[in-house]
């Protein structure tokens, strides 16, 4: 059997404390995972509940923005998932007058460009703001739908400040006040604005 070894009662003693330490430390790990899985659970809820009032809201919007742009028609946004709404994805489901309701994926550029400004007008709604700044937004409407687009931008122009970014002419004949980059001289770019009010043109130079 060897030697006795004198030292096993101090080391079983030793070994009995560590097994407590850590398994008190094991312990308190556990009510601290189940702490946070409470708090991630109640924090999903809440988000669940805000989205998903959000969603309702804004998908009203959308509704009504859309028969704006398209003088008509109706569009809605469908969850692909009603049971995991965090996780879900968001169909657009639309019809211009005189068309089926289908996928957005199946309508033309145009009509999906105007889709895409119903749906961003329709979130600025829910959560409106005093200044927007839009960028070449209008670039692949065709001269109708863009008539529509200037049109409604005018009506909300009333509750908001637009900066377009834009290189549409009709766009522009639209807008209250111009600015651009002239280049009177070669290698000296100048800023111009151009205000226009009852169709009467004045011209600046902006230092």
């Keep these: 059997l060897g030697e006795v070894n004198l030292g096993a009662i101090e080391e079983l003693s030793r070994l009995q404390d560590r097994i407590s330490f850590l398994k008190e430390q094991q312990e308190d790990l556990k009510k601290g995972e189940a702490s946070l899985n409470k708090v991630l659970a109640e924090i999903d809820q809440r988000m669940e509940f805000y989205f998903t009032r959000a969603f309702d809201q804004i998908n009203e ?24 709404i965090l996780e879900s994805g968001i169909e657009i489901i639309a019809q211009p007058p005189g068309k089926k309701l289908q996928n957005i994926t199946l309508l033309s550029a145009g009509e999906k460009v105007l889709t895409a400004i119903a749906l961003v007008f329709a979130i600025l709604r829910f959560k409106p703001a005093p200044f927007y700044l839009l960028d070449e937004v209008e670039s692949m409407l065709d ?23 834009t290189h549409r002419k009709r766009t522009m004949e639209e807008s209250g006040v111009l600015y651009g980059v002239t280049m009177p001289e070669a290698g000296v770019s100048k800023l111009m604005s151009l205000k226009l009010e009852n169709n009467n043109l004045t011209r600046e130079a902006v230092n």
Excluded: C, H, Y
């Excluded at 569009?75 to 995991?84: C, E, F, I, P, R």
């Design 61 to 84: 919007n959308f509704s009504t923005t859309f028969q704006e742009l398209f003088q008509g028609g109706q569009v809605l946004l469908k969850l692909t998932d009603q049971n995991n």
């Design 143 to 165: 001269d109708a739908n863009l008539t529509r687009f200037t049109k409604f931008l005018k009506q909300n122009s009333e509750q908001a400040q637009f900066i377009l970014i």
